[in-house]
Structures are given as structure tokens and as C-alpha cells.
């Protein structure tokens, strides 16, 4: 199964290679969909992590432990096709180019294995195309 998230490290875990370790540990396979650092030195990593459900529990649990703050992602963005103009409007807003630009196809397409639900195309969208569905 596969599960995103996003993660907060705090200031003193940002250099710890971490998820690999977690990675090794639980036979996960990893996805970064975006890695950004606040202000306030936070390090935020988007992740999917894909593995057997014991074992994202369990390295949750440890995340947790050593004060990584775990956030789930629930909530799934759709694409209704048949109302897409393909504007492009949406393209450059989404952080982690879940939404691009097909040549051979001249249309805008949606791969949801990348998106994060951030809602950012959602709000651009003049059609309402883009839909949360959870
Ligand atoms: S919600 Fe839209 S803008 Fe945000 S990641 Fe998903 S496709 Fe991109
Ligand atoms: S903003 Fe909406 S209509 Fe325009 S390309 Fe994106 S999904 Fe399609």
C-alpha cells in the first residue's frame, strides 16, 4: 500500500539521514514530491512511502519517537477530464508538476501519484476541472 505524508523535522534532525535508514529498515520504496525548509529552519519533506502496512505503522511509530511531527495526506485531487480547457493556468502553481503539459497530445494532463493536495489548482482552475474528493 502506499501512504503520503508530510513530515516536520524539527532544526537539530534535518542533516540525519533519516528516511533512508527507515527506508533500509522497513523495505519501503520512497517518493519525495517536495522538500522545503521554513524560516524558522523546519525542515518539511512530502513524501509517498510505499511498503506492507505493518511496516509504514511501525515506521510512523519511529518518526514519531525520535519528534519528527507526521502529517497524513487524506485528501485526493481529481481531474474531470471533459471539463479540463486546457488553459494551462494550473501548470506553474502546482509545487510538485503533478499538472503538465503534454506535446504529442497538445493537452494538459494529471498524474495523481504526484500531487499532494495542496488545493492550489483547485482555487486557479476557471472551470473547476481540479476537485477534492475525500
Ligand atoms: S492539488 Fe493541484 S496544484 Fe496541488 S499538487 Fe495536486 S495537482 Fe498540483
Ligand atoms: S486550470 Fe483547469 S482548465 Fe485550465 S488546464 Fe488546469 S485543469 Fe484544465
Redesign the pocket.
Known sequence: MERKFVLHFPPTLIDKPIISELVRKYDLQFNILKAYITPEEEGNLVLALKGEEKNLDKAVNELEKIGVKVQFLKAE?KMIEEKCIHCTV?IP????S??YYEKESLSVK?DPE?????????KACPTKA?VLTI
Open positions: 485531487v494550473c502553481l502546482c509545487p510538485t503533478a499538472i494529471f504526484k500531487c499532494i493536495a495542496c488545493g492550489m489548482c483547485i481540479m
